[in-house]
């Protein structure tokens, strides 16, 4: 069985099989021990991906480059060079053919006003 690798900046842990991940760091944002907020995560799945190399042409950020790692199909894969770059806009999944990457937002998302509110008078059977 494959093991997944997550790993941040200062740690490598042990996940499921078949996908890597590092965490973005802001240049912003910082904690309390003055170390980067993470503002997105790319999560590539090694057992799908071909190698096809979209998700680096097509990351606005260029956070992803073709590494020198091979899967067990024969595939180069795709590596995360520049993870502080990463916003976690999942263009990088939206273009892949295989789905074998996607990226994530880190953080709380805002809502704006109270959301019971928003209902029209149909929601209420009205």
């Known amino acids: 069985m494959e093991k997944i690798m997550k ?7 042990e996940d499921s099989p078949g996908t ?3 965490p973005a760091s802001s240049d912003k944002e910082n904690g309390p021990d003055d170390t980067p907020v993470p503002k997105g995560y790319v999560f590539i799945n090694s057992l799908r991906c071909k190698g096809c190399g979209f998700c680096v042409a097509f990351c606005p950020q ?17 590596v995360i060079a520049n993870p502080a770059n990463c916003n976690g ?14 990226g994530i937002r880190s953080g709380k998302k805002k809502r704006g006003g109270n959301a019971s509110s928003s209902r029209s008078s149909c929601d209420n059977g009205e």
């Open 7 to 13: 790993q941040s900046s200062s740690e490598v842990t």
């Open 20 to 22: 890597d991940s590092l």
């Open 62 to 78: 260029d956070v992803l480059k073709m590494g020198d790692e091979i899967n067990e199909k024969g595939y180069i894969l795709p």
């Open 89 to 102: 806009c999942n263009n990088c999944g939206l273009f892949c053919p295989d789905f074998a990457i996607f």
